[in-house]
C-alpha cells in the first residue's frame, strides 16, 4: 500500500511467506562456516554446519601426584563442507586404538517361583476350593437339622464363599512372567489384594455378626 502523505510504499507479509522468504535467501558467514536453511524445516541445513569428535585422553605430561589425574581434549574427526574428514585414531581406556569388543549381554534374575512351589500352593488351593464347596454343600442339605439352624445357614454360607474367594488368591501367587509375561504379572499383583481384602472381610464379618447376635440374644 501507499503512503498517501509521504509516498512511501509498503511491502506486507504474512508469517508463511516471511518465513519462506527467510528460509530460502538468507545465508551469512558465520563462526563455524556457512550458514544456510532448509526451506521446509527452517533449520540449519546440516551441510553447512560444522562438527567435532572429540576424544578425552588421559595426560601422561601432568605432574600432580600419585592420586591425581587430568584428562585433555584431542580433536579426532571435523565435518565440514558436507564431508568427515579424520584427523587421528580414537583412544580407548586400554590406551590403544583398537575396538574393545562387545560387553556380554545382561542376564537379568527374574526371581521366579520354582516349580515345586507352584504345584504345593496350586494343591493347596483346590484343597481349600474343594473344601468349601463341600461344607458349604453340607450346611445346605442338612439346614434343617438343629445343629444347623442353631449355627445359623446364611452365615456359615458366608464363612464358606470367604474362605472359597480366599483359596482362589493363591492363584495370583503362582503367576509370573514366565507363564504370562509382564502385563499377566501386573494385573495377578493387581488381583492378589482385591480378593484377600473380599474373603477376609467376607469371613470375618459373618463371624463377628454371628458372635454379635448370639451376644444380643443373652443379654436381652
Known sequence: GKNGAVGTTYIYLDGAEHFKSMATNVTFRGATGSVAFDPSTGSREATSATFEVV????DTDFE????ATRFRAVQTDI?????WTSLQPVTFNDGTSDIPPYLPD?????????KALQIVALVLCGLILILSIAFSTWTHVNRKKRVCKASQPLFLHIICA???ILGISILPLCIDGEVTGTYGSDAACMAFPWLVCIGVSATFSAIYSKTHRINLVFNA
Not at 600432580?64 to 592420586?67: A, K, V, W
Not at 545382561?106 to 517361583?113: D, F, G, S
Request: charged residues 10%.
Open 162 to 164: 470367604g474362605t472359597f
Open 55 to 58: 576424544n578425552f585422553v588421559e
Open 64 to 67: 600432580g601426584g600419585p592420586s
Open 106 to 114: 545382561v542376564t537379568v534374575e527374574h526371581n521366579l517361583y520354582a
Open 79 to 83: 565435518f565440514q563442507n558436507g564431508e
